[in-house]
C-alpha cells in the first residue's frame, strides 16, 4: 500500500503562485511515476504533471512553462510549483502514485481544490 497526503491548494488571484505538495509513504516501488491530474466542473481528470523515479518529466501543454514538478527523494515527496495561475486552472487536484515495479498498482490522494479567482 502507498499513502498519499496533499497540501497546498487554496485560492489564489489570477497571475498568482500555489505550491502543491504530496508526500508518499508505503510501498512505492523501485520503478514509478508521481504526478498531479486535476479535474474541473464538468470535465474529464487530466494529467497535469509527472516525474518518474528517473527523472523524467511530463506535462499538459496548457501548463509548460507556468507548472513545475519537482521531488525531494529522501522525503519521498513532490512538489508541483504552478505560477501565473489562470482562472482555467481551477479545480481539485489529485497526487496520484503510479507503481510499475514491483508489483504494479495505482494510488490516489484525496483531493486539494485549487481556485483561481479574483
Known amino acids: 500500500q502507498v499513502q498519499l497526503v496533499e497540501s497546498g491548494g487554496g485560492l489564489v488571484h489570477p497571475g498568482g503562485s500555489l505550491r502543491l505538495t504530496c508526500a508518499a509513504s508505503g510501498s512505492i516501488g523501485s520503478f514509478y511515476a508521481m504526478g498531479w491530474y486535476r479535474q474541473a466542473p464538468g470535465k474529464e481528470r487530466e494529467l497535469v504533471a509527472r516525474?518518474?523515479?528517473?527523472?523524467?518529466?511530463n506535462y499538459v501543454d496548457s501548463v509548460k512553462g507556468r507548472f513545475t514538478i519537482s521531488r525531494d527523494n529522501a522525503k519521498n515527496t513532490v512538489y508541483l510549483q504552478m505560477n501565473n495561475l489562470g482562472r482555467e486552472d481551477t479545480a481539485v487536484y489529485y497526487c496520484?502514485?503510479?507503481?510499475?515495479?514491483?508489483?504494479?498498482?495505482?494510488?490516489w490522494g484525496q483531493g486539494t481544490q485549487v481556485t483561481v479567482s479574483s
Open positions: 496520484n502514485h503510479k507503481r510499475f515495479s514491483p508489483f504494479p498498482a495505482d494510488y
Open positions: 516525474i518518474t523515479s528517473e527523472g523524467n518529466t
